[in-house]
């Protein structure tokens, strides 16, 4: 999965994944399909109050110009329209979940999305976007013509709530004392590999089976507490919770 | 370390703006911390896609729009233009070459041109011919099409300045042929109504939208000799960030090309084929429009500090673009007292 990197003020940087080639077809192919719909319904609509639309009269002139502008507006104003209003986003994207944003990270405005929306009638050429999807596989970033001169990107929008086995939470349940001051450990004593280890079984630890958690934590937390110079007696068998510990003391020095 | 999720960030009171800020510094912190230290792979994206969510929102520039669709009209668009006039020159060379030949080629070999038009035009051009030879009659568009017309003008337009700008990209190459077809048209009809003895008659019905219609292509076909420039001459800037420096200008551009056209399309339909009106108004209403879009294009918002026309376009439109904003941060500041999300 191809990702661009957005480095914020803070010098942190952010990850965005790149929307693929399918998923924003199928974006477009639904937005057409919207457009063409509700142009239908118009048309279906006016024709049904006034079947005789066309017949020469006074005001049918006027209607019917009324009525194209309101199609050419529909059909030429709805990707930029939406793209601004929902932050980068039509219809049709934010099924896909997929979403335009500015280069640096930023909500698309409307020139942007005008400028890239405009672009699209040469991305179109020579049909169904042949200079586009071109331009997409060529560009290191996926984008095609309009997304270069308006300097956005599409992205995969970040799932809405990802599931997060925090260690707080799985702990409430069964943290019980140590007998160790977690203020005085020389954390520093331990290794970023060991620290993965530690991470790892507590996303896990909720998975997991009463004795098989119990098993786990006593195989990792022995080795761990006697490189920190305390006696694993000390922990009185609550290693699980004595990992929980250790992580938060850890998270709370890494804040200060 | 765990930050608080947090939607709708538009429509927060000035203590929950502060709120925010310290969580994003925090989950920022948060996010730094877990690309360095192993502390979940979930984590590590959950944070990423907060930080991600609350970095646009805090760092977005907010415009009010209607405030800034007049500093639009009055100061950016005329601003970009003034800019850019060299390549707006250029559009207008390419066009009057295509005029040129076309009126050559239509005086000497009349095949080639209904060659290139094709047989639609060329009925369409009769038809309107028998209307003009009939005594008295000279109407260049019937009463009941002039809505649709209206319409259909101000569309086709639309697109035509569109696509003029948009292939830009090819280098300016088609932004050239388009410009070169629409020329040759021009020259093409020019020799048609001096044939048929109703030159005058023509330009009349011209005068009047074609000088802000005309003008409207040239600064469309202009935007898009911008981006093919920015292709061909980044000069010290990647080609990709000279291209999105030139399609910020050219946006600016096309939007007030959108505008133009808008008026063009109705005067185009309602006003210049009125056979009612004698050609001495139509002139005078054509040289009067000249004098207000030129006086407003080349005099509003002038503040006296353009480089424009002076420096080479990469560093002209660098300096534009550091203008506006230091413009916009001056009236931030300015108008601080007034705003109370401004600590």
């Known amino acids: 999965m191809r990702s661009i990197e957005v480095t914020t003020p803070e010098n942190v940087p952010v990850v965005y994944e790149l929307a693929g080639p399918g998923s924003r077809f199928l974006a477009l192919f639904i937005d057409s399909f919207i457009r063409t719909a509700a142009t239908a319904l118009i048309a279906l609509g006016v024709g049904s109050v006034m079947p005789d639309v066309f017949a020469p009269s006074q005001m049918a002139p006027w209607l019917i110009a009324v009525l194209i502008a309101a199609v050419v507006v529909l059909n030429g104003g709805y990707l930029i329209y939406f793209e601004t209003v929902w932050n980068g986003q039509t219809p049709g994207k934010r099924s896909l979940k997929i979403r335009a944003i500015r280069e640096q990270g930023l909500p698309l405005d409307f020139r942007a999305a005008l400028l890239r929306n405009v672009l699209r009638m040469v991305d179109w050429l ?30 995969r929008e970040a799932p809405e709530s990802v599931e997060v086995h925090s260690p707080e ?46 098993h786990m934590s006593r195989q990792i937390a022995v080795p761990l507490l006697g490189k920190l110079g305390v006696p694993a007696e000390q922990v009185g068998g609550r290693f699980h919770s004595f990992l929980v510990l250790l992580t938060r003391e850890y998270e709370r020095r890494s804040d200060a | 370390m765990a930050a608080a999720e947090r939607r709708g960030l538009r429509s927060l009171s000035g203590e929950e703006i502060l709120e925010l800020g310290g969580e994003y510094r925090r989950a920022a912190a948060g996010l730094a911390f877990s690309q ?75 095949q080639t041109v209904e060659a290139a038009l094709g047989p639609a035009w060329i009925s369409e051009a009769e038809a309107i011919a028998e209307r003009h030879s009939q005594p ?30 948009g292939l830009g990209v090819t280098a300016g190459l088609g932004t050239i042929v388009v410009l070169f077809q629409n020329g040759l048209l021009l020259g093409f009809i020019g020799h048609a109504v001096a044939k048929a003895g109703v030159a005058t008659d ?22 898009g000799l911008m981006l093919g420039y920015s292709l061909l001459f ?25 505008l133009m056209l808008l008026y063009a399309g109705i005067v185009e ?38 480089p424009a026309g002076r420096l080479a376009p990469m560093a002209a439109w660098m300096a534009q673009e550091a203008s506006v904003e230091a413009r916009d941060q001056r009236r931030a500041r300015n108008g601080a007292a007034a705003d109370p999300l401004v600590p």
């Open chain 2, 269 to 306: 339909a309602f006003f210049s084929p009125v056979p009612q009106i004698p050609h001495a108004p139509k002139f005078a209403v054509a040289a009067a429009e000249s004098v207000l879009l030129f006086g407003y294009l080349l005099r509003a918002g002038r503040t006296g500090n353009e």
């Open chain 2, 136 to 165: 008295g009659v000279r109407n260049w568009l019937p009463d009941e099409q002039r809505p649709m017309a209206s319409t259909l003008i101000i569309t086709n337009n639309l697109r035509v300045s569109g696509l003029a700008l």
């Open chain 2, 36 to 110: 360095t230290r192993p502390v979940g792979e979930a984590r590590r994206r959950k944070l990423n896609a907060l930080v991600g969510r609350a970095y646009a929102q805090l760092y977005k520039t907010s415009r009010r729009p209607g405030r800034s669709f007049v500093q639009f009209l009055l100061e950016d668009f005329p601003h970009a233009l003034r800019t850019n006039w060299v390549f707006v020159a250029a559009a207008f060379v390419a066009t009057l070459v295509g005029a040129g030949v076309g009126l050559v080629v239509a005086a000497t070999d009349e």
């Open chain 1, 169 to 214: 939470l799985s702990a409430t349940v069964q943290l019980s004392p140590v007998g160790v001051d977690m203020t005085l450990l020389p954390l520093s004593v331990l290794s970023a590999d060991e620290w993965a280890v530690v991470y790892a079984y507590l996303q896990r630890a909720p998975e997991l089976e009463h004795q098989t958690a119990m």
């Open chain 1, 126 to 155: 020579p049909a169904l976007y042949g200079v586009g999807v071109i331009a997409a596989m060529v560009n290191s970033e996926g984008k095609r013509l309009g997304d270069m001169v308006a300097g956005t990107v599409v992205i």
């Open chain 2, 202 to 223: 023509f330009w009349a019905f011209v005068a009047p939208h074609g000088v802000v219609e005309l003008t409207a292509i040239f600064i469309a076909g202009g935007a």
């Open chain 2, 234 to 258: 980044p000069g010290r800037l990647y080609r990709k960030e000279a291209l999105r420096l030139a399609g910020r200008q050219a946006v600016k551009l096309l939007m007030g090309v959108g």
